[in-house]
């Protein structure tokens, strides 16, 4: 058994609309009243989520947006390459992980409403991180970025958008 496949077992975790696997490890039991939200929320929100998320080989997180700062911690395996669109246009790679002289940081933050794709950096290995978000992550705050859009948005970044879309 590869140690991926061991992780994805050992922590239950499932496919993600996005590539990879997850699951949640943690949703408040408690909520944000929506008049105490930016007007960008549909409703209330809880006050804080948290998954385990893990890609693996050639797998990737498609690129997408939410209406909240992402924070991604580094648990295991390679680094996590994060391509980052703001709506300049402006291309940022973050990299997770451990090896600090690499440049790498064990967390980093993906700002709200920003364009943004995972991939491990080695694609014979894996990479497993946490993202927690708050207020909480909800399927009505998340938008799967389609490719057409998003090349003629940022043709300059057409590459990028082509490997780590799956939809046109």
Known sequence: MNDAQHWIEQLALERHPEGGYYRESYRSGESIAPSELPNRYSGARQYATAIYYLLEGEDFSAFHR?????IWHYYAGCETRLHLLDTSGTYTLLKLGANLGNGEKPQVTVPAGT????????????TLAGCTLSPGFDFDDFEMGG???????????ADLIQRLTRSS
């Open 66 to 70: 939410i209406l909240t700062d992402e």
């Open 115 to 126: 364009w943004f794709a995972a991939e491990p950096s080695d694609k014979h290995a894996f």
């Open 147 to 157: 490719r057409q859009l998003l090349c003629g948005q940022f043709p300059a970044h």
